[in-house]
């Protein structure tokens, strides 16, 4: 009877509630082990897929180099600051000519705010230009175009890569009505949220003002913190750098 009655506790009760030293086996460690192993899997695609999600170009993936440009690698930590502490309504804009890593800075500002599970989305305003072009005729292009302004506004913060950039292959620099307007909505549906903007001009200049409208860079300018690089290029002189 006794042995009967063990026998039904057995296949009732769980080993590790009759065996004290059942956590201690080989088999159950190798259980935690290949659970946490798998846990781990499941959050870098979970990662990987928000990062995805983000549009960021996967060459600016690789940390920031302070060096490359202090000037602006000390605004990107006034900005990121101003996140600790609450205060989010800030803008960064980044300016200077191509290639002295506006962008790559940009990217680093935005991946480490991802990381603090917040939205962020980088938006191509070349492609942006592209895509409406294209949805003259193409349905797909501007579906894109709109899922792109969909994002852009929803986004907790923004980058607003190479805007007014310099020889635009579709305009030749010129911003098309329609598409100002476009960047206007964004600049002022977005005066609550963080809006980051990499720029080969000052905002200020006058060629800026002629394609954007002054109204779009009065909101992209209010209460931003601002990094202008006077030299040229110095990221592409060290690029190797960064690839090594």
Known sequence: MIEKTEKIIANIIPEFLIDPGFFDTPEHQARLAAGKAEEAKKQQAEQRRRICATAIPECFFKPYDPEYWPAGWNAAQQFLASWTQGKRAHNLILCGS???????????VLLKILKADFRVYWFNTELYKTLLMDGINDSHSRGMALEMFRKALQTDVLVLDDLAKKGSHYTDGKTTSWDAHKLYLIAEKRRMKCTIVTCEW???????I??????????LEENALKAVCSYTAPYAHTRKHRNA
């Not at 191509?98 to 680093?108: E, I, M, N, Y």
């Not at 000052?202 to 800026?208: F, I, N, Q």
């Not at 002629?210 to 909101?219: F, G, I, S, Y």
């Open 210 to 219: 002629n394609r954007l409208t002054v109204a779009t860079v009065n909101r």
């Open 202 to 208: 000052d905002l200020r200049d006058r060629e800026v």
């Open 98 to 108: 191509s290639g002295t890593g506006k962008s790559h800075l940009a990217a680093d």
